[in-house]
Nanobody, 114 residues
Framework: VQLQASGGGLVQPGGSLRLSCTASVSYRRIHAIGWYRQAPGNQREQVTTISYAGVANYTDAVKGRFTISRDNVRNAAYLQMNSLKPEDTAVYYC?????????WGRGTQVTVSS
């Protein structure tokens, strides 16, 4: 399973960005999809995930600011990031859990800076 990741960039504090992650297989084969992030010098941490049933979970640091959604027609997931903070700066990696295991998309840089 291949994941095509897009989005990211440079934004000022308080701004918004949207990340996209499109899978090469039908959404029916994907149990869950989400994002991790890794800041310089830090371990990779899970940010959010959404299940096949549409149940979303978030790490406490992003609750109320980030929203994950799925588009089953396009076999895609989106991460809307609002009220961004400098501490959200990281490389974001989308992933998908499916019947064959886990796949990762390429990392996309998100930089929050004035």
């Amino acid at each position: 399973v291949q994941l095509q990741a897009s989005g990211g960039g440079l934004v000022q504090p308080g701004g918004s960005l949207r990340l996209s992650c499109t899978a090469s297989v039908s959404y029916r084969r994907i149990h869950a999809i989400g994002w991790y992030r890794q800041a310089p010098g830090n371990q990779r941490e899970q940010v959010t995930t959404i299940s096949y049933a549409g149940v979303a979970n978030y790490t406490d640091a992003v609750k109320g600011r980030f929203t994950i959604s799925r588009d089953n027609v396009r076999n895609a997931a989106y991460l809307q990031m609002n009220s961004l903070k400098p501490e959200d700066t990281a490389v974001y990696y989308c992933y998908a859990d499916h019947q064959w295991g886990r796949s990762w998309g390429r990392g996309t840089q998100v930089t929050v800076s004035s």
